[in-house]
Each structure stands twice: as structure tokens, then as C-alpha cells.
């Protein structure tokens, strides 16, 4: 596992050859982040394939995979409130580049955004037929199985990641451990929640937030990582300088009557950052 972080480095280092010579400063003193790079500039590791999957009790679940032979450690994203998973499709196939297997599932969203009353079962049901199917794709759940979420679902990913897969209301499939990496990308947290029957505290717990978000405040992100410090669960916390809600996940702000789903900005530094972030919870 000591090697990926090699790797790691050294698609950063191609990129910064290549002209994005802020990118291997992003994590200390940040850069300009409203436009990202050009596509061209990024240099992923492996080829990534991409292909559409689905169980009868799932919605349907994008798998992003290197197209290479190898064991490779294995990611499930979870979208925000649209739970449209072609919102981290940048994202998940970033990921992939640097040799991750990645599941990112549609789920239930209410009309009004945030999970719906499916969600609960379209999440867990995608998670165990992920996990089932992982290793057709390279997946290799002897490798840390992480789970990761943006914004509600970020929330979602700590809450089903942390409470564990005991969900016997739930009969789908067969369960699955529980994950060893849990992720949350700029995550919101309103009031302190009760954590009494969160009990996969031997998880690594990533809490990621960008100095300028506006919708989910890193404070409040801060805040959220005490309250599982708390609760006896290992927690990093990561503000990304300039990063906003979006950016952390290779898409454009909204701005003016633009919708939320804006395009992808390919090679967003601070999308990079949570692409770090993620390996680097994987490999410690």
C-alpha cells in the first residue's frame, strides 16, 4: 500500500511539468481556484473505464475502474442533495486515474433536495452490490473499503459509514463489513446529533472543507469533527484554502441563475486537494 502515495506524487509532479505549477502548493498555501485547469493538463495514472450497473433493489450505480490489470483499493461516493451521481462523475473518475476502483449510485431525493424516503435503501443495497461485484472490476476489499460523500451526501456517508451495516430492515443482498475510511466532503451539520448507536469508531474518519463555502461553513465542519472526537472516533480535519462547496468536487459554482449542476472543471486544484485527501486516508 506504501507505494500509491508514490504514485500519487508523481501524477502531481507531471501535472505541475506540464503547467499547473501551483498544484503542488495547494495544500499549503492554496491558488487560484475559479477555473481550474485545462483538461489537458491532468495525467492520470491508468486509463479509466466506465460502466453502468444496477440490482433490483438499487438504483442505477456508475463503476469507474482502472483499465488495467491490478488489486485496487475500492471508493463508494455518495452525490449531494440531487442524489444524481453524474454530479461526481469528475470526481470519481479522478479517483479511478490513480488506480481506485469507484462506485457512485443514484439514490431517492425529495422535491425539495436531500434524501428521500428510498435513499436509505437505494444506499445501502448500492453499497452491499457494489461490494459484491468489486472484484469483476479489480476491486480488492482486502485493500481499506472507503466510504465518501459530498455535502447531504457527505452526511449521508457518515451516518451509514459510522452506524455500521446493521440494517435488518433492509433484507437486500447480503451485508457487508463495515467501511474502513469514511470521507466527508464539505459536509453540513446543523445541530449535534446523537451518536450513541454509531459504533464503527475503528473507522479513519476525513473531514473535508473549503475556506470560502458558503452553504456548509468549515467552522461548522470543525465543529461536527469535536463532536465525533467526542464520540471516540479518529478524525482529521482538512480545510482546503479556497476551496468552496463545489470546487472540492470538480464542479462550477453557481453563480446568478446558473442551476446547481453546473459543468465539471476538470482539474480543479481543489479538487485535486480531495483527491489527495481520499488516497491519503486510504493509504494511512
Known sequence: MGARNGRTYRWL?????????????ACVA????????????LQPLYPVS??????????????????TEGRWPVVHLFPGSSGNRQDLSELARTLSGQGVVVF???????SL???????????VCAWRFGNSLAAQYGGDLTQPVTVAGHSAGAGLALAY????????DIPCLTAAPDPDVVVAIAPCFGQPRDLSDWSNTDARVVLVSGSLDRMCPSSS????????RAAGFHVTFIQVDGGTHFNLVFMKD??????????????????????????DAIDA
Not at 13 to 25: E, F, N
Not at 50 to 67: A, G, K, L, M
Not at 161 to 168: E, M, T
Request: with cysteine; aromatic share 2%; charged share 20%.
Open 13 to 25: 509532479a507531471t501535472i505541475a511539468a506540464s503547467g499547473g505549477s501551483c498544484l503542488l502548493a
Open 30 to 41: 492554496g491558488c487560484s481556484v475559479d477555473d481550474g485547469l485545462p483538461a489537458d493538463t
Open 50 to 67: 466506465e460502466v453502468t450497473i444496477s440490482h433490483e433493489s438499487t438504483q442505477e450505480i456508475s463503476v469507474f475502474s482502472p483499465d
Open 104 to 110: 457512485v449510485p443514484d439514490y431517492d431525493s425529495s
Open 113 to 123: 433536495g436531500g434524501a428521500g424516503p428510498k435513499a436509505k435503501s437505494d444506499l
Open 161 to 168: 459509514g459510522l452506524r455500521g451495516d446493521g440494517s435488518p
Open 221 to 228: 465542519a470543525e465543529r461536527g469533527a469535536e463532536d465525533l
Open 254 to 279: 453557481a453563480t446568478g441563475g446558473q442551476p446547481v449542476t453546473s459543468p465539471h472543471v476538470p482539474g480543479s486544484p481543489a479538487g485535486l486537494e480531495v483527491v489527495g485527501a481520499v488516497l
